[in-house]
Structures are given as structure tokens and as C-alpha cells.
């Protein structure tokens, strides 16, 4: 069944606040504890709380605006772990008090700004324990690290959770894609080449064309 994803009034208000948010707080920089902090006390990552279409509204209008900032951290990860732990164990995610890596270890995403880690195998997910964290360079300067692992506890079928974190993964794509179409649609606006802005070249404008297409 298609579910329905155009935004309503509280949804835009939602993405507006968010874009405002990362405008104001955002640096330079990457990932740092306090910008996570802050998104959370923002609320976002409380999104999903309810799994009914408005819901997925909000976690979508979120993601696309955080998406087309470069928004640094385990956004789709929260949303799945939020899904997937108790209530307890994921109040701390939720607060933004401690931030989860999600993948197959030995080597983990964001592992090395990690609290909590959850493996994922063929049919379920695991809480585990690890004791050591040697961090591993990227070429996209996100944390990764390989990880020691010395217990694991079974959380049960990942499946019920993985909608959310494919709803907040593609978001953020469209997101992040839109961002890029637009900056690279205002430098052809504002390089000139022979006398003219090169925007009105059909080699540039024709692809920017079909780009936006894709995305929408």
C-alpha cells in the first residue's frame, strides 16, 4: 500500500523550523554532542512516536530539511532504534543524551562517538556490549571506528523498525539532493562565461533540468 507523504500544515511548519534551526546553529564543523543535543531539544528525534501517516509527515519534513543542510550525525539510525528498543532504553536517544551506531561489526558507523551499539544479522538486531574502539578515517569524515565486541542482547525481529529507518534515510537524500541542485543552480546563475551567465548554456541548463526532475 503507498503511503501518502505530501506535507501538511504542521508537517511544512515542522520543516521551516528545522531549516531556520540549522541555519542559526549550524558551523563549519562536523558531528559535536552539543548540535545534537540541540536538534533533540528541538524535538526531532522524538518524531515517530506515533506510527501513523502524520507521523511519517513529520519524520519526512525533518529529514528533508535537515538533509539539505548536510545535517552531521545517525539521523536514520535514531529513528530505527528509537523503533526498536524499550522505551527506556531509548529515552536516551531521544533526549540526545547518548547517540547509537547502527550496522555489522567490526567496523561501525559514527562508532566513534558512539554510547549505544546495535548490530543487525539476517532476521534480528542485538544490543551489544564493546570494550574496545579504535576509530578509522573516512573519506567522508564521518566517525567510523572497529569495535571490539564481548556480549550481546537480543532485541528481536528488526523488520517492524526498518520503515523508519527508510523513511528518514530517503528523505534526507531528496533533502541533500535538492541542496546540492540549488547551489550548484545559483553558481551557473552567477558564473559568467562569454558575456553570459553560463546558466543559460543548454549543456548546463538541459542537466540541471532533468537533475531536479529526478529529485522531485
Known amino acids: ?28 564543523g562536523g558531528f559535536s ?7 533533540a531539544d528541538l524535538g526531532v528525534l522524538a518524531l515517530g512516536a506515533e506510527l501513523d501517516a502524520r ?3 513529520h519524520i519526512a519534513a525533518a529529514c528533508d530539511a535537515l538533509g539539505r543542510a548536510g545535517f552531521p550525525g545517525p539521523l536514520a539510525a535514531t529513528f530505527f ?25 567490526p567496523l561501525m558507523p559514527w562508532g566513534a562517538v558512539a554510547d549505544l551499539f546495535i548490530a543487525v544479522d539476517g532476521g534480528g538486531g542485538w544490543l551489544i556490549d564493546v570494550t574496545a574502539v579504535e576509530p578509522v578515517a573516512t573519506l567522508g569524515g564521518e566517525d567510523w571506528a572497529r569495535v571490539e565486541v564481548t556480549g550481546a542482547y537480543a532485541l528481536g525481529p528488526w523488520q517492524p523498525a526498518l520503515h523508519r529507518y527508510e523513511l528518514s534515510l530517503a528523505a534526507y537524500q ?18 559568467r562565461q562569454f558575456g ?6 543548454q549543456g548546463v541548463a538541459l542537466p540541471l533540468g532533468e537533475v531536479s526532475t529526478r529529485i522531485a
Request: some cysteine; charged content about 20%; hydrophobic content about 45%.
Open 1 to 28: 500500500m503507498a503511503l501518502n507523504l505530501t506535507f501538511d500544515a504542521d508537517s511544512v511548519a515542522i520543516a521551516d523550523s528545522v531549516a531556520r534551526f540549522c541555519a542559526q546553529q549550524m558551523g563549519e
Open 55 to 57: 507521523e511519517f509527515c
Open 174 to 191: 531528496v533533502g541533500a539532493a535538492q541542496g546540492l541542485l540549488e547551489r550548484t543552480a545559483a553558481h551557473a546563475r552567477d558564473r
Open 81 to 105: 532504534a528509537t523503533g526498536l528498543l524499550s522505551p527506556e532504553k531509548a529515552e536516551a536517544l531521544i533526549d540526545g543524551s547518548a547517540v547509537v551506531s547502527l550496522g555489522t561489526p
Open 33 to 39: 554532542r552539543d548540535l545534537w543535543r540541540s536538534l
Open 196 to 201: 553570459q551567465s553560463i546558466g543559460e548554456f
